[in-house]
């Protein structure tokens, strides 16, 4: 009988793995949970592209960074916009002021653009830095500008995608229409997070 080689081997193994992870399915617009990353999933590494905001962190606009990276472990809610209006720039606002406050454990915050007109894309984000006018939330635009980190899982149909994690992993995760964001459950889940 032959025998494959171990790489071989190796390959085959990888490959009924992959195959048999769950495939991500289309969130419906306006749901409250996405069927991105849940409760417990590790979040990865991205890179940004940083436009304006966090006026506080030493990284100046148009450097290229992964602030996943510099948050390490720390609290931190990551939101993915494809559209941006006044219940996004609330968010941003509710969210900085939440940082203030939570100096000590360290929360830090996330607000990345990503969509299908990546020309289009840093004038939204400087517009929307402009307009929300925070100093403690980076507003950057994604790498992988049309669907974000694809490790995220981020739905093709959501406008707005939020994650909140501490110690690298999922504490809770939300998607919401541009206009339907729920600023309070997403502030509400980040105290119950840090409690």
Known sequence: MRRLPLSMCFAFTL?????SLPTPIANAVGSTVSDGLKQGDPIGAFRVTKIGGATDDDVEPGDFLCYR??????????????????????????????IGQHASSKLR?????????????KKVATTFAEQSGVVHVPVVIAEDTQ????DYRIAEDADITIVIAQDSQVFTSHVFDADAIDVTQVIGDVEKMLQ
Do not use: Q
């Open 109 to 121: 915050g996330l607000f990345t653009f990503i969509g299908e007109d990546a020309a289009n894309l």
């Open 147 to 150: 669907n974000g980190p694809i």
């Open 15 to 19: 490959t009924a793995f992959a195959l």
């Open 69 to 98: 990276c510099r948050y390490g472990s720390s609290p931190m809610v990551m939101v993915f916009a494809r559209k941006a209006g006044p219940k996004s720039i609330e968010l941003a606002t509710k969210l900085d002021s939440a």
